[in-house]
DNA sequence: GTAAAACTTCAACCATACTTGAAGTCAAGT
DNA sequence: ACTTGACTTCAAGTATGGTTGAAGTTTTAC
């Protein structure tokens, strides 16, 4: 009824659920999570199988990627929708997308760099009461919104 | 029967669960979580309220430092007990202590820097195919364990 | 003395990111 | 033909790191 090749778009242009698994080292279980969660889409067969296009190997690793940046699926899935839908993207189009990380991970190795001087500097010599430490302590922005610890760690304060 | 002074160690050296958060910025419900969980201990009044001597307020900040830097609540946990239990901790206990932390967050802003080229370089250019980039697939070892995508990004192989 | 605020325990709930298992269907190999 | 492996859906379970709410007690303030 249907053979790995018969498709539209020429010999061999799609994966299974399992083989995709085996290409990206990403489970099947994972793969349809991300698939109910609108981060990839198949095609499927008349019978229901999932039918994955090739260039969405290269969205499965962006996916890997962004995680490790810290990005939730939710975040991914947005970052993901600015991509043209109807055809693979360009390696342009994922360029920008990426581009947009870079923010991000700078502010995470400042934050890291942060609370390493925090570290050293900081517990060591006896600051570290979160009330009067300079590092921690940011300007008080944290008792301003009653947000937490979160503040003086670097974080935006997200007014209610 | 009890005032806020009535302490062997002296007047006002120790703080309710609300007083700790005050300082500490953390809520009392996460609080009493990290006292369930270990990671930091509370004397008794006779009539089963918390009252925490004053050094918790460093160890509550050594807490949340440790989160940001990416480890666990059981983490922390087993870090901690390596301080001394009767005594408040020294400045150079608590500084032996989160040395160990460098290593960790020097990894950590590599493999961001990693990811940084990764994003801008790789999925850029085309070869995030996570089959050919040589970035992300280093040496084969994720095929040697099966152990999915986190290899490729730097994580240490744990053989079974 | 009394009301409100703060405290207690315990169980249940929340979000994230999945995995696992049940029950059944489909595809591939011999 | 038939077995095995891969696939399907859906519900429930896991781990982390808490929050929320109920029901009751204690402390504080007036």
Redesign the pocket.
Known sequence: ????WDNAEGPFVTL??????KRTG?????????ED?GLIR?Q???????RYPRAVTRRVAF?VFA?RVG??????RCELEKLPSGRPPRGEEWARLSAMWAQRIDDRIAELRRLQRGLSDCIGCGCLSLERCQILNKGDRAAAFGA?PRFWLGDEPTPP
């Open positions: 009824m249907e053979t790995s299974t659920v399992g083989e995709l698994a990403v489970a099947t279980s994972a793969l349809r999570f991300y969660r198949s499927r067969t008349e019978t229901g199988h999932r996916i995680q990005l939730t699926l939710e975040e991914i937490g």
